[in-house]
């Protein structure tokens, strides 16, 4: 049996320990990829039909990525400051691609916070390129080897922004889905009734 050096154990531990948290940076960082491409090929090439499902669909599967983070261990920062991960990226574009894909339900009201309620008026467009923003600043620092920081960035715009932004456009976006589904079913069974009603008077007749 070999004997483990004094401190050899406590050395082990804490290189799983980063092993495992690099291998979690990783998964996060593969998702808010995802997420960034999705957006901007939506953005530019989707129709407005096509827009809703496909938007409600990568919100969820981010949102997915931030409760994990949710449910991790605090990050902290090893400086006080962040560091210089050069400017921050344009989504101006991005914001008014979306803008014009939503058209009139890219504005909607939502409650920010459910224990101080208030009534929010916000724009779909607006909040989606808000949280590519921050996700988007997290993923410079994990590119540029800042495993730590990217975690720790992605997990504090979580719980105070984009969290929460992104339960309000998942909630705005399952809505519109919810509306053109059910809506269209409620007519159409309105429709067969009202069919089946005069079939029956005309017989009769």
């Known amino acids: 049996m070999t ?28 998702s808010v990829a995802t997420f960034l491409d999705a957006l901007r090929v939506i953005a530019t090439q989707a129709t407005a039909g096509q827009s809703i499902p496909l938007l409600l669909l990568q919100i969820s599967q981010v949102s997915l990525a931030g409760a994990r983070l949710g449910a991790q261990r605090d990050f902290a920062p090893r400086d006080e400051y962040q560091p210089d991960v050069g400017p921050d990226a344009d989504l101006d574009d991005l914001r008014l691609q979306l803008a014009e894909l939503l058209g009139n339900v890219d504005t909607m009201s939502y409650v920010f916070d459910p224990y101080q309620p208030e009534l929010v ?3 779909l467009s607006d909040d989606l390129a808000s949280i590519a923003s921050d996700l988007e600043l997290g993923l410079r620092h994990y590119r540029a080897g800042d495993v730590e920081e990217a975690l720790w960035w992605w997990q504090f715009s979580y719980v105070s922004s984009w969290g929460a932004l992104a339960g309000a456009a ?29 079939a029956l008077d005309a017989g009769g007749a």
């Open 170 to 198: 998942m909630k705005a976006l399952l809505s519109i889905v919810a509306h053109d589904r059910l809506d269209v079913d409620n007519d159409s069974e309105l429709d067969q009734i009202e069919a089946a009603a005069a």
């Open 3 to 30: 004997q483990q050096l004094p401190g050899q154990a406590a050395l082990e531990a804490l290189l799983a320990v980063e092993t495992e948290t690099v291998r979690f940076a990783d998964e996060i960082a593969s």
């Open 121 to 123: 008026e916000s724009q």
